[in-house]
Each structure stands twice: as structure tokens, then as C-alpha cells.
């Protein structure tokens, strides 16, 4: 049980054009999805935290408005690059919690690579 | 502010041997710390957890150690096997673990026959 899954696990665009990447819960209902990335040999850094249905909450220096996150379902999270650039590319990783426990599951990651 | 260092960025142990993998945190009111294992381009999997109210943990050949006093702690595997071998993160959060968790840099574990 407790599986999260994310969808590409590998997508390369083009500068300037917009990414969205998919969470989801599959055998659970994940009332908290939290947004990671990850630099080569680097820390994975929380970027955001959602609530299914209300706003995500961004950490200091993460731009709202470039990292689109919608948690419109108990099961489903998304992220979306917009106007993506070079500086963006990394390993974006999604984790998330149930209702009944704050045990963050993490799903496998999405490299993004943006020429 | 690094909030979570691991100060190793690699350790190479042979099989059979104990793999010591150190973390050290600043913030006092984290209370809850966690380690993880992880391949490369794949998420964390969860390792073990230990309580502010504990200063031990065992989970198999698993075990965490913490020191509050030091705000350090460690995970010890014993007996290392080759698949162990890992980026190994430890993480921190406050409230119980309820708070979002505050990952280390990791260390890349290298277990050899």
C-alpha cells in the first residue's frame, strides 16, 4: 500500500514553454502532497505543500507564479513549469501524506531537462 | 542556512562491516528525524524514525541513534551489505513530525564484496 506515482519521469521541453507534472495516490486518499526538488549531488528542497482544494502554500523563493500547483483531487497533485528555462531543469520529486498519519510517501521523481 | 547537515558526502564500508552515517541539525525545535534511502532518479524510501523522547532506535539491521544534547544523530547498519549501497538522507521536522521535513545533503553509501 501507499504508493504515490508521478507522470513523465522524464520530459525534455524547450525554453519557454510550459511542463506540468502529474502526483498521484493510488491506493490511498492524500489529503497532503508536498512538492520537492532536487540539484545534482543536492538536498531535495520542499518547493510547496497542498491541500486538496485550497491554495498551496510556497516556500520562501519559489515563485508562485512560475510553479503552478493544483491539487484538485484526494488523489491527484499537479505541478506546472511555466515559461521554463534552463535554470529549471532538475529532479522534481512529489510526496504525500494520509489522512490518518503524517508519514510522507514519495513518489519517483520527474527529471526535467530544458534546452 | 543548512538546517540539516551531513557532513560525509560519501563513505565506502565492505560487506559485513557496520556503516556509520552521520547528521547534524541547528534547529532545537526539530523533534522528529527520519532517514531515507535512495537510488538515483527515484524517490526517498523510508528507513527509520526516532522521537525527540527516544535516544535509540532498532528496526532490523537498522538502528538510529540520537543525541539531543549534540543535536546529532546517526544510523548504523550492520551487517552492510552490497545492497545497501545509496544516497542515505537523514530529514528533520518539528511538532511531532506533523511540521514539512527539512532534508540533509546526504551521503552516498558504497557497500564492496
Known amino acids: 500500500g501507499a504508493v504515490v506515482s508521478q507522470h513523465p519521469s522524464w520530459v525534455i521541453c524547450k525554453s519557454g514553454t510550459s511542463v506540468k507534472i502529474e502526483c498521484r495516490s493510488l491506493?490511498?486518499?492524500?489529503?497532503?502532497m508536498f512538492w520537492y526538488r532536487q540539484f545534482p549531488k543536492q538536498s531535495l528542497m520542499l518547493m510547496a505543500t497542498s491541500n486538496e482544494g485550497s491554495k498551496a502554500t510556497y516556500e520562501q523563493g519559489v515563485e508562485k507564479d512560475k510553479f503552478l500547483i493544483n491539487h484538485a483531487s484526494l488523489t491527484l497533485s499537479t505541478l506546472t513549469v511555466t515559461s521554463a528555462h534552463p535554470e529549471d531543469s532538475s529532479f522534481y520529486i512529489c510526496s504525500a501524506t494520509a489522512d490518518s498519519s503524517y508519514e510522507q510517501y514519495f513518489g519517483p521523481g520527474t527529471r526535467l531537462t530544458v534546452t | 542556512d543548512q538546517q540539516v547537515k551531513q557532513n560525509s558526502p560519501s563513505l565506502s564500508v565492505q560487506e559485513g562491516r557496520i556503516s556509520i552515517l552521520n547528521c547534524d541539525y541547528t534547529?532545537?525545535?526539530?523533534?522528529?528525524f527520519l532517514w531515507y534511502k535512495k537510488y538515483p532518479a527515484e524517490g526517498p524510501t523510508f528507513l527509520i524514525s526516532?522521537?525527540?523522547?527516544?535516544d535509540k532506535n532498532e528496526d532490523g539491521r537498522f538502528t538510529v541513534f540520537l543525541n539531543k544534547s549534540a543535536k546529532h544523530l546517526s544510523l548504523h547498519i550492520v551487517p552492510s551489505q552490497p545492497g545497501d549501497s545509496a544516497v542515505y538522507f537523514c530529514a528533520a521536522s518539528a511538532r511531532g513530525g506533523t511540521d514539512k521535513l527539512i532534508f540533509g545533503t546526504g551521503t552516498r553509501l558504497q557497500v564492496f564484496p
Open positions: 534547529n532545537s525545535m526539530f523533534d522528529y
Open positions: 526516532i522521537s525527540s523522547i527516544k
Open positions: 491506493d490511498f486518499q492524500a489529503t497532503t
